[in-house]
């Protein structure tokens, strides 16, 4: 959805259509991702919030519905899950991790 506001002065400001519930930093970032298997994948995170990230990675096609992720400049782990994918960028949601698991 595409908002326009009247802008200081009368002309017409364009708001972007943006979904997000916690405001996105840009960032160029490496991380693992660790599968079922506890084997890892090399990713890139591109976009990180409070709430969750965007990340860049060559395999999606191995990535399952949720994973741990591991930003190594944080030094700490977060349970993702999977809310989107277009071609090698996935955005995930932070979550608990389920017990179990």
């Known amino acids: 959805m595409l908002t326009l506001h009247i802008a ?10 943006n979904r997000r519930r916690a405001p996105r930093e840009a960032t160029a970032q490496l991380a693992t991702i660790t599968l079922n298997d506890q084997s890892t994948l090399p990713c890139g995170v591109l976009d990180l919030s409070d709430l969750g990230a965007r990340l860049n990675l060559p395999d ?18 977060l349970w993702c899950v999977v809310v989107w994918c277009n071609g090698d960028q996935v955005g995930v949601a932070f979550a608990d991790r389920p017990s179990g698991s």
């Not at 200081?8 to 259509?17: S, T, V």
Request: proline share 7%; charged share 30%; no cysteine.
């Open 8 to 17: 200081q002065g009368g002309g017409l400001m364009r708001e972007p259509d």
């Open 60 to 77: 999606v096609d191995r990535l399952p519905a949720a994973f741990n992720l591991r930003i190594e400049s944080l030094a700490r782990e």
